[in-house]
């Protein structure tokens, strides 16, 4: 193997394999039972490598956000599960959709999940990441604080509070699926994805390696208009940080993705 292989996978995963739970956990080989030298790992290999609080307390309305990252090969979907029913709700199914590009590649994924005037009510959600064959999954509970004698939540304030906000429903960018890592064979064609929610709908470009705009004078880099970056032929000089940057009329977000292009062994 060589060395800068083994220096990719040490950083990988180097942040170390932490909450979470697998089904079907694969050996501890990185590197291709079959001999193929364009995979970098033993195919359908996941972890969750940094899962939500076990249990998050918050204020009856306000807005929740849990943070699950997973790790893998291919390149994991990430699902929510609230109790026992999959989320299925319009922007939570855009939000996890990744196009199909770098099957081969070993990346983490993460995943935001923002729940805007979270129930009063507790509830559970589960994080759950898919590669191939395997699955790893880790759950949070959501309660409310106690009241503590504060005055009775009135349903119907908050309605005509809504409709009076000038904003009329605005809601900051937030972006809710990226990779933080994705380490790929040379030559090969990637999709960095950059989902987000919002209203206005975000805006969202792509800043390169050196923090210039990507604007299509660079014929290998292509930005979607779901907001996914294609790069074609990845060479080596593609090492380094892509940021994609959210905005709309009240905020921005951004986000940054290290892709780390590896030489292939013939």
């Known amino acids: 193997m060589s060395s800068s292989l083994l220096f990719a996978i040490g950083m990988f995963l180097v942040c170390g394999l932490t909450s979470g739970r697998s089904i079907s956990e694969p050996n501890n080989s990185l590197l291709s039972s079959g001999g193929d030298s364009n995979k970098l790992i ?13 249990r998050v307390t918050h204020v009856p309305g306000a807005t929740v956000e849990l943070e699950c990252e997973v790790s893998g090969s291919p390149p994991p979907t990430i699902h929510w599960i609230r109790g026992s029913s999959p989320l299925n709700l319009l922007n939570e199914m855009e939000a996890n959709v990744v196009s199909e590009a770098s099957p081969n590649a070993l990346v983490r994924v993460r ?42 939540h009135n349903i119907t304030s908050d309605i005509i509070s809504t409709l009076l906000n000038p904003s009329g429903g605005a809601q900051k960018p937030r972006i809710v699926l990226f990779y933080t890592v994705l380490l790929e064979l040379m030559g ?17 470009y792509w800043l390169d390696v050196n923090d210039n705009l990507i604007s299509g004078q660079e014929p290998r880099y292509r930005v979607l208009p779901t907001g996914e970056l294609i790069i074609t032929n990845l060479k080596w000089s593609d090492m380094g940080g892509f940021t ?3 905005r709309n009329a009240l905020a921005k977000d ?7 292009p590896i030489l292939s062994e013939e």
């Not at 509830?123 to 009241?147: E, L």
């Not at 090969?188 to 969202?204: E, K, Y």
């Not at 951004?254 to 780390?260: L, S």
């Open 42 to 54: 033993a195919q359908d290999w996941v972890k969750i490598t940094a899962a939500p609080a076990a």
């Open 111 to 152: 995943s935001r999940l923002v729940l805007e005037h979270a129930a009063p009510t507790e509830r559970t959600y589960t994080c759950v990441g898919r590669s191939g064959s395997k699955t790893a999954f880790a759950t949070t509970t959501v309660v409310s604080a106690p009241h503590h004698g504060r005055q009775k």
């Open 188 to 204: 090969s064609d990637v999709v960095l994805p950059c989902n987000t929610i919002g209203r206005p709908r975000p805006d969202i």
């Open 244 to 246: 994609c940057v959210a």
């Open 254 to 260: 951004t986000i940054t993705t290290f892709v780390y």
